[in-house]
């Protein structure tokens, strides 16, 4: 079956700590309320929530040769995920791990790269990724040793007739460069939320932010957690409202918002359908631990986007 999508990334595992206490003491033994060890790393999520969604992904991606690696790969494999280019690395490293602390008003990122910063050109059968219709890379800065291979991947995947999509997510070095600019020339969608929008675009103020990035990109969609999202190119503006739920975490929001609005956007849809349905997956993917999880239940899935789809 050919690839509608190929995801160029990361794939690790996410264990989320619920319930701890305001402030962590050194030497004392704290007790929380309880955990989720689940499939963790922006581009393993989108390529999960993606394929539950009916689109067709692949991924192209390096694991560890332990028991985490086993588990991520489980997780992508019963969504229908393609594993073909996933390879697993003979250096000794192990795959990554984050750690989440949350809190209910913010929460604590701790990540482990282990193989993610070994995925390098070397991984990348071009074959593979430019036989789909569109290439998407998610954790632009974690992704030390491909980085610099980048810009020439989305340059070439344009030539090739790929339409393209990016999501940086934070740059744990607060750089916000390392040749980004000349990726977005060739990126059709660029994914950043508000913080990641006025870093990349060197501006406090989101509207000038969008403003510069609309015009070096195709398409701009700023995420806004609880606000929606708006989307701006060339030729218009586009908005989208949050939806209340009640949520248990917004990890991996960002990632099932995009794999909504992928998901549309191959469907031929126009910008304010897809961020409808950006929207809603977003949503949706709170509603229950992690960035999968409720993606993981098919029905409840079903009955949350016609309810929502009609509604709002
Ligand atoms: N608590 C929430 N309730 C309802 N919808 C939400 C909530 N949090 C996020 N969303 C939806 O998900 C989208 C993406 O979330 P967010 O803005 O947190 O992205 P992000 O910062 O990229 O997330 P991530 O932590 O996955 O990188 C939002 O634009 C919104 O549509
Ligand atoms: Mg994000």
Redesign the pocket.
Known sequence: MPLDVCVVGEINPDLILYGLPEQLKPEEESLINGFRLTLGS?SA?FAHNLSVLGTRVGMVSRIGADSLGTMCSDWLGNAGVDLTHVSTSSSGASTGLTVILAHPEHRFILTYPGTMSELSCADLNLDYIFSARHLHLSSYFLHKSLRPHIADLFREAKEKGLSTSL?T?DDPEGKWGNGLKNVLPFVDIF????R?ATKIAGTDDLEEAIDKLSQVCRLVVV???????IARNASGEWR?N????K?VD????????DAGFIHRFLQGATPQECLEY??I???Y??IREG?TEAFRDRAGLERFFREHLKTH
């Open positions: 922006s999520i999501d997510n994914f950043p939320n508000e990641e995420k806004l957690g609880l606000k929606g999202a989208r949050g939806i209340r739920v949520s917004s990890v991996g929001a960002g990632d099932s918002f950006g929207d997956a977003g949503a993917s709170t960035g």
